[in-house]
T-cell receptor, first 117, second 110 residues
């Protein structure tokens, strides 16, 4: 499967614990995005990378959240001291290098569903 | 924050009927995209329409865009049970990120 993969698919944790999610984008896609989706809502942007550089962060990304893409390939999203309000589906997407006048179609992974008890 | 709203929030039709979903947004855009999400799964890109386009087709999908009204519609013709899913519009305004609406939940009954 050459699509975007995410690991784990499900994570149950207790409040106060730290969790880390991984995203492997489609190879050669230089842009990688993280979104969060709560029940009944559309995905909300968290952050995105171009290669290893984190170029934009949403206000939703509090100090407890950190994302990295150290070698410009896979990315990790860590949540420290989890809260019940962090329970959501965390989606990763990637897109290829944009040629001039091309547009940003994003390819999504299956998501990691986080439940904080 | 969500960019806009899809309408209706839920739609139930019979197989073979057409399904129309509408999306409104608030700010200027470079393009608008429609995605499908099966229950509990990731999103699948369906179609992209640029801000200078008014209509686009892809198979059984037809998308329109009215930038003066800041609205778009997605028409699925001859629906199938496999079309049952949530459909989201997403706008891109030049900042790379997509801004999604809340989605329309479509149920196609066999």
């Amino acid at each position: 499967d050459t699509g975007v993969s995410q690991d784990p698919r499900h994570k149950i944790t207790k409040r106060g614990q730290n969790v880390t999610f991984r995203c492997d984008p489609i190879s050669e896609h230089n842009r990688l995005y993280w979104y969060r989706q709560t029940l009944g809502q559309g995905p909300e942007f968290l952050t995105y990378f171009q290669n290893e550089a984190q170029l934009e962060k949403s206000r939703l990304l509090s100090d407890r959240f950190s994302a990295e893409r150290p070698k410009g390939s896979f990315s990790t999203l860590e949540i420290q001291r989890t809260e019940q309000g962090d329970s959501a589906m965390y989606l990763c997407a990637s897109s290829p290098r944009l040629a001039e006048n091309s547009y940003n179609e994003q390819f999504f992974g299956p998501g990691t569903r986080l439940t904080v008890l | 924050s969500q960019q806009g709203e899809e309408d209706p929030q839920a739609l139930s039709i019979q197989e073979g009927e057409n399904a129309t979903m509408n999306c409104s947004y608030k700010t200027s855009i470079n393009n608008l995209q429609w995605y499908r999400q099966n229950s509990g799964r990731g999103l699948v890109h369906l179609i992209l329409i640029r801000s200078n386009e008014r209509e686009k087709h892809s198979g059984r999908l037809r998308v329109t865009l009215d930038t003066s009204k800041k609205s778009s519609s997605l028409l699925i013709t001859a629906s199938r049970a496999a079309d049952t899913a949530s459909y989201f519009c997403a706008t891109e305004g030049g900042s790379e990120k997509l801004v999604f609406g809340k989605g329309t939940k479509l149920t196609v009954n066999p």
